[in-house]
Nanobody, 116 residues
């Protein structure tokens, strides 16, 4: 069973940057389209960004286009999310999983709080 562990969250001021990382156990990770998702308090979990196993296809939610960059390293079984120009509305718990449908159990996520 693949386990997903997200890290890199924290408190940042508006306009700041954070880099999130998702580490997956198990080599099967390489075969999947991987995505980042987020869930704000009182809201449904929503899609943020996704990347094909080869890195050749990348998708972003409109709300993060031009500010977030997703990348993956199949050799290290990691998927990263570079977040720049952060806004208060980016505040949420961020998770990674397969895209579009989650195949693996959700990890604990990493909290991102954007506030002055």
């Amino acid at each position: 069973q693949v386990q997903l562990v997200e890290s890199g969250g924290g408190l940042v001021q508006p306009g700041g940057s954070l880099r999130l990382s998702c580490a997956a156990s198990g080599s099967i990770f390489k075969a999947y389209f991987m995505g980042w998702f987020r869930q704000a308090p009182g809201k449904e979990r929503e899609f943020v960004a996704a990347i094909r196993w080869s890195g050749g296809s990348i998708y972003y939610a409109d709300s993060v286009k031009g500010r977030f960059t997703i990348s993956r390293d199949n050799a290290k079984n990691t998927v990263d999310l570079q977040m720049n120009s952060l806004k208060p509305e980016d505040t949420a718990v961020y998770y990674c999983n397969t895209h579009p449908a989650p195949v693996f159990a959700w990890g604990q996520g990493t909290q991102v709080t954007v506030s002055s």
